[in-house]
């Protein structure tokens, strides 16, 4: 008998406007930038979701979810592993959590037995338009509206060696496109050890060309802004581009967006996990452009499980 699948959805409306960021739960008024955030659930076969381990439920109010993101304020980063970070090649000031970039606990528990949970189904910016993502609400996406920058400066934009921005051109960026989201499996458990954790980096972009350390786009910029031609790039970070595949009975094709298996940690009848999950904008990517901080993002994570 083929499985069902549980589905879990966290959405988050994130706003960056010149470094700052507010968030809203998608289903709140849009009239106007909400400074809030909140965590949704939609699930029929007991897969639940809880901030802090002990309260679970299909969602998070949006008061517990400000006071973790209430002083976010991006500024382009690095990380080699998904958990530590450090400044990008702009040499920013030392990172602070959920200042600097958004990090944040999920707590699953089931009394099924699909305990298997995902990152899945994700849609690429190119897939569909902005103002009409409330359609995809069961879906993965870190999407922006894109922002319209005037260059200062000739530089080759890539990845074709004829792709050149000239000084004074305008053209459409976009920030989701330099975004980064890491999940790192934990113990729900202080007293249960994980054998071998799953930490992934993941580029909901799947725009790998673009992607980590190029030579051209931002780096490019950075250069001829600065005079510098000796940039040392570090090493890239191993980054997953794109999510598991369902079939059409919703059955996945392998493990790409495994984050965690649930496991029998307590005496409660329920298998538990967890999972941090880091969102920041990767210094080293080739469309982190100054520019970006300054567009509308809207970031959903959906999960399922088997």
Known sequence: MRKLLTSILVTLILFVTLGSVSLAWVNLPRTNIIDDISFGAKTKTGLEISLDGIEYKNEIDEASINEIIRNINFKDMTSSDGITFESGYSKNSQIVKNRDYISFDIYFRTNETRRNVYLADNIKREEVLYDELKRFEEHTYIISKGINWRTNNDFWYGPELEDIRES???????ASDAIRISSIEKSPNAGYE???PIIKIFDLS????????KEFGAIDYFKKVTGNNNIEIPDAPKVIYGLTKFDEYQIPDGDKSLITTLRYVDNSGYAKGKVTFNIWVEGWDADSFDAILGDKISIQLAFKSN
């Open 168 to 174: 004074g051109s305008v053209n459409r960026y976009y």
């Open 194 to 196: 994980l054998e071998d």
């Open 206 to 213: 799947e725009n790998e060309t673009r992607g980590f350390g």
